[in-house]
């Protein structure tokens, strides 16, 4: 999927300004374009970002693009920080944003739970019970997990997140561990 150019824009507007040295992370990067805007809006050096995508395509996107970004050539392009890897395995926190439009639905499917869950918790609301595991649980938690103290975090998520009575645990989550500035309806 390919966020819309707008759609970062607004993103990035909302964010402001970040320092020179800012770290920042997209653990579901897609295309890069959260990575080639924080490159642009704040001219971040290309050690300070990382973009982590699962999926083959979306993942070669990105490198290629901030290769062209850096002329990048060669061996250098071994120097893109884009991993082809499950972004919601553990990759390191204190990223001061955390920034993106995580890939989502009801479900998780993509294998390695364990790896996930050395990480990230499968009873969020603590009542004994495993959660409904769904893509967006886990992202909004590897969001919380990775942004350090003070940081920011900047996601696209589905409306309904804030609404409907099943995700009741998320938003018990979001509000426990992040101190929420905007909640923007954007139209489909």
Do not use: W
Not at 37 to 55: C, F, P, S, V
Not at 93 to 112: Q, R, T
Request: glycine share 10%; hydrophobic share 35%.
């Amino acid at each position: 999927y390919l966020t819309e150019r707008c759609i970062i824009g607004f993103m990035f507007g909302l964010i402001g300004d970040l320092k020179k040295d800012a770290k920042v992370l997209d653990f579901e990067c897609g295309s890069g374009g959260f990575l080639a805007a924080a490159i642009d809006n704040n001219k971040l050096e290309l050690e300070n970002i990382k973009g982590i995508d699962i999926e083959e395509l979306p993942y070669v996107i990105a490198k290629t693009y901030l290769a062209l970004y850096f002329g990048s050539i060669g061996e250098e392009m071994d120097n893109i920080p884009v991993k082809h890897d499950n972004g919601l395995i553990y990759h390191g926190k204190n990223y001061d944003l955390v920034i993106g439009n995580p890939a989502g639905g009801s479900k998780y499917e993509h294998g390695e739970e364990e790896k996930v869950f050395e990480n990230l918790n499968n009873d969020l609301d603590e009542d004994g019970n495993r959660d409904k595991i769904s893509e967006y649980n886990l992202s909004i938690q590897q969001a919380v997990q990775s942004a350090r103290i003070g940081g920011k975090i900047c996601l696209v998520l589905p409306e309904g997140l804030f609404s409907n009575s099943q995700d009741e645990f998320l938003r018990e989550y979001i509000a426990k561990h992040c101190s929420v500035l905007a909640i923007v309806s954007l139209p489909r």
